[in-house]
């Protein structure tokens, strides 16, 4: 990977960030280093950039954001546990996690979706018209415990399908997708952006559910702010207002993003590709409570957790000292609010 260290420039709609509080907590010469690992899911360009050719953003709120290899989502949340990854996104599939008591936090909710549902494209996929239709279909996943996998038990759910008796789920690598959809080995699969588009412009797949736009999914939270709470308050104050700062440039410089993701070969896909994936997504920081208790929902109903939605709603979010989304949201001309 190129690294490239540059300022980040000042847009039209931009407004002086929200800036550290100096107390005597943050008060170093030397920056506090912390690592973020993602999956190469376009929703993360935020993360990638900080961690890459944006690590000057980080050094304004006192961090030094280093980037960690992705080595699985078992691993993952391991790390977030134990403080050897300090942030990253998060989707509703670490809430098993936090339910059993491992010590990482959502600080924000910032995104809607950044999945899609993929089925052939053509007459091998006019079966599809309504999720309903996906009962007694074989759909692919990536993993049993990542959030193209929890999405799907949302979508089947709400859809009145149940997701485990109703339908047959697999695990396919997402690099395999595609090719896996095209010889008819399953009938339609779920995965982050960009192995959707990759599909679509394949010819293989036609993109049935697209969460970015597609209500009622469009509304659904997608991905929170992840943090370890094996670190001090300050630094989890300071990694979502650089993390809200680098949103706010990706949503105002989109096509800026994508060269810069796809030049540096941070992340899979044409320039083009990833662009139109940006221009789907609504960066904007608010309170993972808004719609957290909604979205663990189902997956209470299904038996995917134990604690009520209300209970594992708050056990998940963490306002750490310092933090105000109020705050993050006025600071910034956000051009879309969802």
């Given at each position: 990977?190129?690294?490239?260290?540059?300022?980040?420039?000042?847009?039209?709609?931009?407004?002086?960030?929200?800036?550290?509080?100096?107390?005597?907590?943050?008060?170093?010469?030397?920056?506090?280093t912390?690592?973020?690992?993602?999956?190469?899911?376009?929703?993360?360009?935020?993360?990638?950039l900080?961690?890459?050719?944006?690590?000057?953003?980080?050094?304004k709120?006192g961090?030094?954001?280093?980037?960690?290899?992705?080595?699985?989502?078992?691993s993952?949340?391991?790390?977030?546990?134990?403080g050897?990854?300090?942030?990253?996104?998060?989707p509703?599939?670490?809430?098993?996690?936090?339910?059993?008591?491992?010590?990482?936090?959502?600080?924000?909710?910032?995104?809607?979706?950044?999945?899609?549902?993929?089925?052939?494209?053509?007459?091998?996929?006019?079966w599809?018209?309504?999720?309903?239709?996906l009962?007694?279909?074989?759909?692919?996943?990536?993993d049993?415990?990542?959030s193209p996998?929890?999405?799907?038990?949302?979508?089947?759910?709400?859809?009145?399908v149940?997701?485990?008796?109703?339908?047959?789920?697999?695990v396919?690598?997402?690099?395999?997708?595609?090719?896996?959809?095209e010889?008819?080995?399953?009938?339609?699969?779920?995965?982050?952006?960009?192995?959707?588009?990759?599909?679509?412009?394949?010819?293989?797949?036609?993109?049935?559910?697209?969460?970015a736009?597609?209500?009622?999914?469009?509304?659904w939270?997608?991905?929170?702010?992840t943090?370890?709470?094996?670190?001090?308050?300050?630094?989890?104050t300071?990694?979502?207002?650089a993390?809200?700062?680098?949103?706010?440039?990706?949503?105002?410089?989109?096509?800026?993003?994508?060269?810069?993701?796809?030049?540096?070969?941070?992340?899979?896909g044409?320039?083009?590709?990833v662009?139109e994936?940006?221009?789907?997504?609504?960066?904007?920081?608010?309170?993972?409570?808004?719609?957290?208790?909604?979205?663990?929902?189902?997956?209470?109903?299904?038996?995917?957790?134990?604690?009520?939605?209300?209970?594992?709603?708050?056990?998940?979010?963490?306002?750490?000292?310092?933090?105000?989304?109020?705050?993050?949201?006025?600071?910034?001309?956000?051009?879309?609010?969802?």
């Open positions: 990977m190129v690294v490239i260290i540059i300022a980040v420039a000042a847009g039209t709609m931009y407004k002086a960030p929200v800036q550290p509080t100096e107390t005597s907590t943050t008060a170093s010469a030397q920056p506090y912390v690592y973020t690992e993602y999956t190469g899911a376009t929703c993360e360009a935020p993360q990638m900080l961690s890459s050719v944006h690590q000057s953003v980080g050094l709120y961090l030094d954001v280093q980037p960690i290899g992705f080595a699985g989502i078992a993952y949340k391991e790390s977030l546990d134990t050897k990854v300090s942030f990253g996104a998060g509703t599939y670490l809430l098993s996690s936090i339910e059993q008591g491992m010590k990482m936090g959502y600080t924000m909710a910032y995104h809607a979706g950044c999945i899609d549902l993929v089925v052939p494209a053509g007459e091998k996929g006019a599809y018209r309504t999720a309903a239709d009962k007694g279909k074989t759909i692919a996943v990536g049993f415990s990542d996998m929890y999405s799907l038990i949302k979508i089947l759910e709400y859809n009145g149940n997701s485990r008796t109703d339908v047959n789920i697999i396919v690598p997402y690099a395999d997708m595609p090719a896996t959809l010889k008819g080995q399953i009938d339609a699969f779920i995965s982050w952006e960009p192995i959707p588009l990759i599909a679509r412009d394949q010819g293989v797949g036609r993109i049935a559910i697209n969460m736009l597609d209500e009622p999914y469009s509304e939270t997608c991905c929170y702010l943090i370890s709470k094996t670190l001090p308050d300050w630094v989890a300071n990694i979502t207002k993390y809200t700062e680098e949103m706010f440039w990706v949503t105002t410089h989109k096509e800026e993003a994508a060269r810069l993701l796809t030049e540096n070969k941070i992340l899979l044409s320039y083009e590709q662009y994936e940006l221009s789907w997504f609504k960066f904007y920081p608010r309170s993972p409570m808004i719609d957290l208790s909604s979205q663990i929902e189902p997956l209470y109903k299904a038996g995917y957790v134990d604690t009520t939605p209300t209970r594992l709603s708050e056990m998940a979010t963490w306002v750490p000292e310092g933090l105000s989304l109020k705050e993050l949201q006025e600071a910034y001309d956000w051009p879309e609010v969802w």
